[in-house]
């Protein structure tokens, strides 16, 4: 079966320290990957999506940059945090298939457990 | 643009009081709608995809029904285990997932 892991599940941060998290998927090949943001009182917010290693497309202008290195990981950076980045952060994945007009993925997506962000 | 708005904001119910969950939608062309269910802390669990009006899908006490403008997440004879927030989120033909803010329900025994 297969299993997302986050890490780490919590984190605190200065303003303008610089961000890493990590997501990887077990138990799956050239998955579709994905990292969201959830503030409170706000839906989940699409940051980037990667259908393949190396490639990434962004959802919204920000100070984040996510990259994927290998097939399963993902990762999402930042060089400078700001306050407003505080919030949890959700890798999710899925099986790649249907896509959009635009190309966009559009299959069942999965999410992992989280990283709670806190900018202080 | 894609726009999904859920209702209530908040439920309470007592254990064994059925009732349900509301998300409307306005896409463009919808390709897919999708209900999880989100534990505090954790990360949306997957519970069903709906891709065309009138289908149902049930898992346990939980029944998802779809029209061409909304869906009902409809729990009947809850338990306080059911007690989270419901989330919906709907593809169109030119989109990624939109989500709603989600409806936290509360199950009290």
């Known amino acids: 079966s297969q299993t997302i892991h986050q890490w780490p599940a919590t984190l605190v941060q200065p303003v303008g320290s610089p961000l890493s998290l990590e997501c990887t998927v077990e138990?799956?090949?050239?998955?579709?990957l994905y990292w969201y943001r959830q503030a409170a009182g706000r839906g989940l917010q699409l940051l980037f999506y990667?259908?393949?290693?190396?490639?990434i497309s962004s959802e919204v202008p920000q100070n984040l940059s996510a990259s994927r290195p290998q097939d399963r990981q993902f990762i999402l950076s930042s060089k400078k945090l700001l306050l407003s980045d505080s919030g949890f952060y959700l890798c999710?994945?899925?099986?790649?298939?249907?896509?959009?007009?635009?190309?966009?993925?559009?299959?069942?997506?999965?999410f992992g457990p989280g990283t709670r962000l806190l900018v202080l | 643009e894609d726009q999904v708005t859920q209702s209530p904001e908040a439920l309470r119910l007592q254990e064994g009081e059925s009732s349900s969950l509301n998300c409307s939608y306005t896409?463009?062309?919808?390709?897919?709608l999708f209900w999880y269910r989100q534990d505090p802390g954790k990360g949306p669990e997957f519970l069903f995809t709906?891709?065309?009006a009138g289908e149902e899908k049930e898992k346990e006490r939980l029944k998802a029904t779809l029209t061409k403008k909304e869906s009902f997440l409809h729990i009947t004879a809850p338990k306080p285990e059911d007690s989270a927030t419901y989330l919906c989120?709907?593809?169109?033909?030119?989109?990624?997932?939109?989500f709603g803010k989600g409806t936290m329900l509360l199950v009290s025994p």
């Open positions: 999710a994945w899925s099986v790649p298939g249907l896509t959009g007009t635009w190309g966009a993925p559009q299959e069942t997506q999965y």
């Open positions: 138990g799956t090949s050239n998955p579709n």
């Open positions: 990667s259908v393949g290693i190396g490639q």
């Open positions: 896409v463009s062309g919808l390709r897919g």
């Open positions: 709906l891709y065309s």
């Open positions: 989120a709907v593809f169109s033909g030119y989109s990624t997932l939109t």
